[in-house]
């Protein structure tokens, strides 16, 4: 099957900035204690609910899947940038990294304890995040949890020559309740949202989703 456009789009440019982009925020947690409490609550969420696996999908080079990893979560990295991946395998050698998209995981059904989605949505287009949490639902064990990050707005950041890099990519923004509504509709219940105001570099408020499958659920 032909690649979407999009994803290559965005394949190439994460393969191109992958190292600057690594060097850039490995620290970037640590003067952003909101986000590091809501990784923390999810931590907590999932090892109350079992001890299987977690995928941070769309990791990046996987300074937040070591996070949660030290913070007790068996957690292993997903990403569509074969780069990403082998900087974060050289940087957490201990740790399992996958090169794959997040709208068609090589993941069997009810098989993770928790997905984060930590600014990964946002290179999605609109009418394929259905399918997106459909996947997330389709993985997650029921009474697994979800935590997804991304940026609030409406109109796209459009990111060009990152680092004097030659290639560019849109950042979409979105609103926390539309986002909730479409986990709601892929049958994921959202417990808690947070909308956190611009710190540092940030181009927008920023939005923290926890969702859950329900224990019962039957379908995958
Ligand atoms: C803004 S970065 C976030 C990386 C990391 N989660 C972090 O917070 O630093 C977005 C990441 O999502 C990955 N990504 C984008 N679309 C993806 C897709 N369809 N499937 C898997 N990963 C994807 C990119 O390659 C990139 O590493």
């Known amino acids: 099957m032909t690649e979407p456009e999009f994803l290559r789009t965005t394949r190439v440019f994460y393969d191109t900035v992958a190292v600057d982009y ?8 640590d003067d952003r204690p909101l986000d590091r409490a809501l990784l923390t609550a999810f931590a907590e969420q999932v090892r109350a609910a079992g001890d299987g696996p977690v995928a ?16 007790g979560v068996p957690a292993f990295g997903v990403d569509l940038s074969s780069r990403m ?4 395998r050289r940087a957490y050698p201990g740790l399992r990294f996958d090169v794959g998209s997040i709208s068609s995981l090589d993941l069997k059904d009810d098989s993770l304890a928790g997905v984060l989605a930590w600014y990964s949505i946002i290179h999605m287009p609109e009418e394929r995040l259905p399918d997106v949490f459909a996947e997330f639902h389709r993985v997650l064990a029921p009474g697994g949890h979800l935590l997804v990050a991304f940026q609030v707005g409406d109109e796209p950041l459009h990111l060009a020559r990152p680092w004097g890099h030659e290639v560019s990519l849109d950042f979409r923004r979105r609103r926390p309740d539309h986002v909730a509504g479409l986990l709601g509709q892929a049958g994921l219940a959202v417990r808690a949202r947070l909308v956190r105001e611009p ?7 920023q939005a923290f989703l926890l969702a859950r499958k329900p224990a019962g659920s ?3």
Do not use: I, Q, W
């Not at 991946?85 to 974060?88: M, N, R």
């Open 85 to 88: 991946v082998e900087v974060a």
């Open 22 to 29: 690594a060097d850039h925020f490995r620290d970037a947690m």
């Open 199 to 205: 710190e540092g570099p940030d181009t927008a408020p």
């Open 218 to 220: 039957a379908e995958s």
């Open 56 to 71: 941070d999908l769309g990791c990046g080079p996987g300074h937040v899947t070591a996070h949660l990893n030290a913070l």
